[in-house]
């Protein structure tokens, strides 16, 4: 069974840098295409940014472009999410989960995912 765990959430002023690592076990690492979300307090969750199975494609948010950076370790069984110059906005609990169809990754709808961590939470002060 397929176990993914987030980690590297904290608090941090505004124009600030954090690095989230979301490790897995239990499954083939690099048969999966990964993404990231997050979720505000009354917020429905969206979609940050995902990636391919072998990081050749990487998507994202309008909204985090130019600031965050996805990567994967397919040898170390983590994914990474590098975000700069943070804004208060950015303030959510992040999550990771496994692309259910990694030939459509255009799809980033959260139904489109599955086995989703627990969840870091990310506190950007102004």
């Known amino acids: 069974q397929v176990q993914l765990v987030e980690s590297g959430g904290g608090l941090v002023q505004a124009g600030g840098s954090l690095r989230l690592s979301c490790a897995a076990s239990?499954?083939?690492?690099?048969?999966?295409?990964m993404g990231w979300f997050r979720q505000a307090p009354g917020k429905a969750r969206e979609f940050v940014a995902a990636?391919?199975?072998?990081?050749?494609?990487?998507y994202y948010a309008d909204s985090v472009k130019d600031r965050f950076t996805i990567s994967r370790d397919n040898a170390k069984n983590t994914m990474y999410l590098q975000m700069n110059s943070l804004k208060p906005e950015d303030t959510a609990v992040y999550y990771c989960a496994i692309h259910r169809n990694p030939w459509r990754m255009d799809n980033r709808d959260p139904a489109a995912f599955g086995s989703w961590g627990q969840g870091t939470q990310v506190t950007v002060s102004s």
């Open positions: 990636i391919s199975r072998n990081a050749g494609n990487t």
């Open positions: 239990g499954r083939t690492f690099s048969s999966d295409a």
